[in-house]
């Protein structure tokens, strides 16, 4: 019988860098999730931007808000963004995400099997 692991993806780098039609960090969360693994996805510092409804696609390149908006077809429902004490900041995202203090953030990743990092 196959076992689950917990994983938090950490994605603290700027969407729309790679060049690619998709994004490595999206796709290994939802490769993650569509293998039955146990995810939870923290975006922090510029990886906020990926859930930034202000910010689009260059021409020719995927949009990633509708990608990440698949994810609870992926069992990826737990989605955190780390607080930067901003209000502005932390108003509106284009997906459900729960804002969480530093402290609760390091109890996430400490708790987990595997952490990922971008």
Request: aromatic letters at 8%.
């Amino acid at each position: 019988m196959a076992s689950s692991a917990s994983w938090v993806f950490v994605i603290a780098s700027e969407p729309y860098q790679h060049g690619l039609d998709s994004d490595p960090s999206v796709d290994a969360v939802m490769a993650a999730g569509a293998f039955g693994q146990r995810v939870s996805v923290l975006f922090m510092a510029k990886g906020r931007e990926y859930l930034d409804v202000e910010i689009a696609p260059s021409n020719g390149e995927s949009d990633l808000r509708k990608l990440l908006r698949s994810l609870p077809l992926y069992d990826v429902d737990d989605v955190y963004v780390l607080t930067d004490m901003n209000a502005e900041t932390n108003a509106s995202f284009s997906i459900p995400a729960e804002i969480i203090t530093a402290e609760r953030a390091s109890r996430l990743i400490a708790n987990a099997d595997h952490v990922v990092s971008f």
